[in-house]
T-cell receptor
């Protein structure tokens, strides 16, 4: 079974600085998707960025970028020029590519990293 | 375009009661998934529905059930509530089963006393 591990329960960053959130995962599959979701205090989960495992190029979305190391099964999120609005819980998530037996593929989440942004 | 909506947003129930939560997906999305979020267990997958059929189920007891209607709206039901069922229940929709992005609703906060 696949697992996702976020080893940093809490992180803190100064406004305008850069912070990196770590995520590792375990899988025997070769095709899959990885995601970072943000859950602000309002509780609405928002998709921040995604990465297809077959793509070697790291995904980037404005101030958010990932460092995807497939062999190491590592998927970290870098937030540049941190803003107060970035304060939230961040979840790393995994989804299989292949359907087995017709069942769909659920999202498997890590335990989350609570990011605080200091003004 | 409206996002995923969930009703009610907050709910307080007593042990032994049952509860029904509702989720309306984004227009055009045919898949609805449900997740339970608790401080102790984190985010756990409950089930996913597509075309009114359950396509996958997580490791939850039979007290947790769901259904999907022809307009893609979904409901989940929890019978014989236990204190441990207190959680934030999140609904997420995606356009097709082949779509890898899911969009989440704001959740229903269920408190069991």
């Amino acid at each position: 079974a696949q697992t996702v591990t976020q080893s940093q329960p809490e992180m803190s960053v100064q406004e305008a600085e850069t912070v990196t959130l770590s995520c590792t995962y375990d899988t025997s599959e070769s095709d899959y998707y990885l995601f970072w979701y943000k859950q602000p205090p309002s509780r609405q989960m928002i998709l921040v960025i995604r990465q297809e495992a077959y793509k070697q190029q790291n995904a980037t979305e404005n101030r958010f970028s990932v460092n995807f190391q497939k062999a190491a099964k590592s998927f970290s999120l870098k937030i540049s020029d941190s803003q107060l609005g970035d304060a939230a819980m961040y979840f790393c998530a995994y989804r299989s590519e292949v359907n087995y037996g017709g069942a769909t593929n659920k999202l498997i989440f890590g335990t989350g990293t609570l990011l605080a942004v200091q003004p | 375009k409206a996002g995923v909506t969930q009703t009610p947003r907050y709910l307080i129930k007593t042990r032994g009661q049952q509860v029904t939560l509702s989720c309306s997906p984004i227009s055009g999305h045919r898949s609805v998934s449900w997740y339970q979020q608790t401080p102790g267990q984190g985010l756990q997958f409950l089930f996913e529905y597509f075309s009114e059929t359950q396509r996958n189920k997580g490791n939850f007891p039979g007290r947790f059930s769901g259904r999907q209607f022809s307009n893609s709206r979904s409901e989940m039901n929890v019978s014989t509530l236990e204190l441990g069922d207190s959680a934030l229940y999140l609904c997420a929709s995606r356009r097709q089963l082949s779509s890898y992005e899911q969009y989440f609703g704001p959740g229903t906060r269920l408190t069991v006393t």
